[in-house]
């Protein structure tokens, strides 16, 4: 199982750092990340492996949602079955 994880807010030092060791915390392994900063922003898309984790799939999003608070960055995680869900016809 995959999920997918969306970050955007004001760039900084150590996001992806901060957000990986997150996903460390939960034993979710990052498969593949692309990032952009568009003058001050920053844009972070990760794809996890969520397959193997140490906690429930909530407990890691409630973690990701509480580093975004955190480190002032909107963090969603969102399932592959509701990400597939949605871009199916």
């Known amino acids: 199982m995959k999920a997918v994880v969306t970050v955007v807010g004001k760039d900084t030092v150590g996001i992806l ?3 990986s060791t997150a996903c460390v915390e939960h034993n979710a392994n990052i498969i593949d990340v692309t990032q952009s900063v568009m003058k ?5 898309v990760m794809l996890i492996d969520i397959s193997d984790l140490s906690t429930d799939f909530s407990a890691l999003q409630n973690g990701l949602y509480a580093l975004g608070d955190k480190i002032g960055m909107k963090i969603h995680v969102m399932h592959e079955d509701i990400f597939n869900s949605m871009h199916h016809i």
């Open 17 to 19: 750092a901060k957000v």
């Open 40 to 44: 001050d922003m920053f844009t972070m």
